[in-house]
């Protein structure tokens, strides 16, 4: 007998273990995520799939669905708090979007657009962040990372390389190369890491592949984020 | 939408910006005949009128702030206008100028007209009448309060129009999926 639960009024089938989130990606419904990736173990920490679980906020990535369990998603209030954590995570960084590299590809923008994101709000930090560019075929430029994580989950797990880690606590949290000059040049990442590959934003840049796909014909211009599911 | 008996004032000003949005406003192309017939051009650099009038409902903001003039005049439209859009990248997060905002303005100064290739006997201009750059580059919603906002480096004419006209129409603004752009 399959089990379910309901997602803002839907009837939504899951299997034993199974999160919120992976439930609801194989039903084709959509909750905005950035750190999540289905590929990966979750994180738990960008917050932006917070639902509310039996009227109770949690990330929606990490919580295992449970038989019977009234879950609220697309709510005003919800998506109010989302919209917030993303106008944080602009201001927190540099995002000049028009210069971007990762722009109409870029999962954060388009959640942004998504939540119908106006103005980043806040006072922007303008933090001051070196880019790598030591490495032959990639461009790391720090000012966009939202500290998912992806990047050390896929090295670490997929690669076995341990290339990037996050440092620091709090606000000052930070990712970092692991390696003594700290450069990207003096380790043993490549172009076909998984690593290369899963970076959400404009953080892990391939050279010389920039703008390469035209405004209008881009990931994002094509179809709008909430509309990228699994199940559709 | 329903001709309001009378027209609304709207003033436009480019801060920091580079003019690509009054350039985009000019995109809506002949629906400027229908705005006219909705609204009249206020202080703004399509009149030349130098000066906003106190009764101004919208007032559209390019740019952002780069300079103790900008503030200025920032100010005087809120003073001014009932209404305050943000329009494109620059006023809304700064945009290109705000890119210089981990370097030191005096570093920057000094590289610009001292000590870059090809410079000789430069001299960091000091003529009372240029305002003062400001050590960062804000956008104007650190500055005033801002209603309204039109993303986009510039937002397309057609950004620009929805949002006029859902506001002529008493709506709140709604950019949907193609209209929405940070780019
Ligand atoms: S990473 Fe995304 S949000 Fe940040 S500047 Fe690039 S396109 Fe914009
Ligand atoms: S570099 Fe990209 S993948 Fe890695 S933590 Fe930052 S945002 Fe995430
Ligand atoms: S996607 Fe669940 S916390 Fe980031």
Redesign the interface.
């Known amino acids: 007998m399959s089990q379910t639960f309901t997602l803002d009024g839907k009837s939504i089938p899951f299997e034993d273990g199974q999160t919120i989130m992976q439930a609801a990606t194989k039903a084709g419904v959509f909750i905005p995520h950035l750190c999540y990736h289905p590929e990966f173990k979750p994180h738990g920490s960008c917050k932006l799939c917070t639902v509310k679980a039996n009227g109770r906020q949690t990330a929606s990535c990490t919580m295992r669905a449970m038989a019977g369990m009234v879950v609220e998603s697309e709510t005003e209030e919800i998506n109010a708090e989302r919209r917030a954590l993303t106008q944080m995570l ?1 201001v927190e960084g ?7 590299e990762k ?2 590809h870029c999962q954060l ?1 388009a959640t ?2 998504h939540l ?1 994101m ?4 806040f ?2 930090f ?4 070196a880019v790598d560019a030591s490495h032959p075929e990639v461009l790391l430029d720090f000012n966009r990372c939202i500290l998912c994580s992806l990047c050390v989950r896929a090295s670490r797990d997929v690669d076995g390389k341990n290339v990037f880690a996050l440092s620091g606590r709090g606000i000052k949290t930070h990712l970092i190369v692991n390696a003594k000059s700290g450069k990207l040049s003096d380790t043993d990442f490549s172009l076909a890491d998984k690593a290369a590959q899963v970076c959400p934003v404009g953080v892990i840049l391939t050279k010389r592949k920039g703008f390469a796909v035209p ?1 209008g014909e881009r990931s994002y ?1 094509k179809q ?1 984020i909430g509309e990228t599911v699994e199940g559709r | 939408m329903t001709a309001p008996k009378k027209k609304l004032k709207v003033a436009t000003t480019s801060l920091a910006g580079c003019f690509g949005c009054h350039m985009s406003f000019l995109d809506i192309d002949e629906r400027l005949f229908t705005l006219l017939e909705h609204i009249e051009f206020d202080r703004s650099p399509l009149t030349d009128i130098k000066t906003c009038s106190p009764d101004c409902d919208i007032g559209i903001i390019e740019g952002g702030l780069c300079n103790a003039e900008n503030v200025h005049v920032l100010r005087e439209f809120r003073k001014n206008c009932k209404i305050l859009i943000a329009i494109g990248a620059c006023a809304i997060n700064g945009g290109l100028p705000a890119q210089r905002n981990h370097l030191q303005l005096t570093a920057i100064l000094e590289e610009v007209y001292h000590s870059g290739p090809g410079l000789a006997n430069g001299m960091i201009p000091n003529d009372p009448e240029l305002p003062l750059p400001l050590n960062k580059v804000h956008p104007i919603h650190e500055v005033v309060k801002v209603d309204f906002f039109i993303p986009g480096c510039p937002p397309s004419g057609d950004a620009i129009w929805k949002v006029l006209t859902d506001l002529l129409a008493g709506r709140e603004p709604e950019l949907g999926h193609g209209l929405m752009h940070y780019d």
């Open positions: 602009f540099n995002h000049f979007c028009p210069s971007c722009s109409g923008q942004a657009y119908g106006m103005s980043p709000h006072d922007h303008f933090p001051n962040r405004i211009d709008p």
